[in-house]
């Protein structure tokens, strides 16, 4: 109890000192749980709290036309104009495929314990069924080595949004078929690795892929409409049953199977009344139209006759499986409106005044990610829960030495840090984080102006550069502890 209040007190401290008062100082030494070895008042986090690093294949890959690789949506869709900024692609990105070695020793040398990385589908299998193509799983074979070498545990992702164009043109996620392609490639995968991999990630983030993807049209392929949109859900709901009862079966006994959801509570924008049921809805397609198949083998109630239509009856006993651990994706709330034209009849408001804003614009709510974590505690389990992302794209600042000073990254690392570690004090069952992300790289329809690394990297020579974020998150990895300034 005391040090819950302590953290809440912690908490409120470093939003002030982040909004520039220095209240911080306020605070007690006596009240401030001081790590050993850690110079700061910091707090301190479970001794087997599992720190990492998340990427995605296409954004930090490259090597698009490499040893047999397909193409891919993310390919299609950036190379047709207009759909990303400055015309971007993922073709070179940040030659990963190349350097993957040196990317290895970025994370060693950080003490990072843990690496998810997604596979290419693509890569592994060109036309996205039948034979696989062994040069592009022996990219993933030679990384997994490479990362248990160091002591890190790699966290392969089947799926981050680079879907074979082979089948796209077979219907891709709007598919049912889809379900049976997924497994058969999940299969083949872990055959492979599964020796040393023993972390599996699903899908990432299938909402989205779903509302931007195939409702919106932003993200590839580029489809649009509602109905587009929830068959793209269900049918990566149903992929992702298929394929966590499939491997269960084939698999090894140490596995560890789950999937990654982009969670971020929706409000009411002014918390009105009348902006409510907008924010139900959007709830209802973002978080729980994922969540609610999978933990309690129902659609939310909101999208019910929609997905009922759509979906088979014996689906949502395929859909619900049990997980070894939920991976959650959190940036920031969303504030929702009424919307005539929006997809779902709601659209994003603006968050409450005077919340700081990162480089893209999303508010920078610490908070919002004790919310989600309390929600999975007290309505869906309380399951083992690692967040598989958070971070912040900034303009960077390059500091007199020529080293990006990226402050605004730390604080917003470390606020939602003491968020992580309040929820942990309140019984929330996490067990670790990998922050979004290692290397600075192609940010979707944002393509490369958008910064999300600890590591810089420069586009021409492809050199790597820790910013002050990489040296402050290996030292709260090294102390297991979060300063509190
Ligand atoms: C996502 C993806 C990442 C993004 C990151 C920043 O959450 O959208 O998983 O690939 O790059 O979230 O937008």
Redesign the pocket.
């Known amino acids: 109890m005391l040090r819950r209040t302590f953290l809440k007190t912690a908490l409120k401290a470093t939003a002030v000192t982040a909004a520039g008062t220095g209240a911080l100082a306020a605070l007690s030494r006596e009240t401030v749980l001081a790590a050993p070895g850690a110079a700061t008042p910091s707090v301190s986090f479970p001794a087997d709290f599992l720190w990492g690093v998340?990427t995605?294949s296409y954004?930090i890959e490259g090597a698009v036309a490499e040893d047999g690789r397909g193409p891919s949506v993310w390919d299609t869709y950036s190379h047709s104009f207009g759909r990303i900024a400055n015309g971007d692609t993922g073709d070179v990105a940040c030659d990963h495929y190349h350097r993957y070695a040196e990317d290895v020793e970025l994370m060693a040398q950080a003490g990072m314990k843990a690496y998810r990385f997604s596979i290419a589908w693509p890569r592994v299998m060109p036309q996205g069924t039948g034979a696989v193509n062994a040069k592009g799983l022996d990219f993933y074979d030679r990384l997994t080595d490479a990362l248990l070498a160091k002591g890190i545990q790699p966290w392969p992702c089947l799926f981050?949004?680079d879907l074979p164009q082979a089948l796209q043109d077979r219907g891709g996620w709007t598919s049912r078929d889809i379900a049976g392609w997924f497994t058969d490639y999940a299969l083949a995968v872990t055959a492979k690795l599964g020796d040393r991999a023993k972390n599996w990630v699903m899908l990432?983030?299938p909402s989205?892929v779903a509302i931007f993807g195939h409702g919106t049209g932003g993200h590839a392929p580029g489809l649009i409409g509602r109905q587009n949109c929830l068959k793209a859900i269900h049918h990566q709901n149903l992929a992702q049953g298929s394929a966590l009862a499939a491997l269960r079966k084939a698999g090894g006994k140490d596995w560890q199977l789950g999937t990654?959801l982009?969670l971020q509570p929706s409000w009411p924008v002014g918390g009105l009344d009348s902006n409510y049921p907008a924010s139900l809805m959007w709830d209802a397609l973002w978080n729980r139209s994922c969540l609610d198949p999978l933990f309690k083998g129902r659609f939310p109630e909101q999208l019910e006759t929609e997905f009922s239509r759509i979906a088979k009856p014996d689906d949502l006993a395929v859909i619900k499986q049990p997980v070894d651990f939920l991976g959650v994706?959190y940036?920031s709330r969303m504030h929702q409106q009424p919307d005539p034209q929006g997809l779902f009849g709601t659209g994003y408001g603006s968050a409450p005044e005077g919340t700081r804003k990162t480089g893209?614009e999303w508010p920078v709510e610490p908070d919002g990610l004790s919310e989600i974590l309390a929600e999975l505690q007290e309505k869906y389990g309380n399951p083992p829960v690692y967040v598989t992302?958070n971070?912040a794209?900034y303009p960077d600042t390059v500091g007199p030495g020529g080293r990006v000073e990226d402050r605004d990254r730390i604080a917003y690392l470390r606020d939602h840090l003491l968020a992580a570690a309040k929820s942990i004090d309140e019984g929330c069952n996490l067990k670790g984080y990998m922050a979004?992300?290692l290397l600075d790289?192609f940010?979707?329809s944002e393509g490369y102006r958008?910064h999300?690394g600890l590591v810089q990297v420069d586009r021409k020579t492809m050199a790597r550069k820790p910013k002050a974020s990489y040296d402050w998150y290996a030292s709260v990895i090294r102390n297991n502890a979060v300063p509190l300034a």
């Open positions: 998340s995605s954004q981050h949004w990432n983030e989205v990654v982009s994706n940036y893209m992302e971070g794209d979004w992300t790289n940010e979707w958008r999300f």
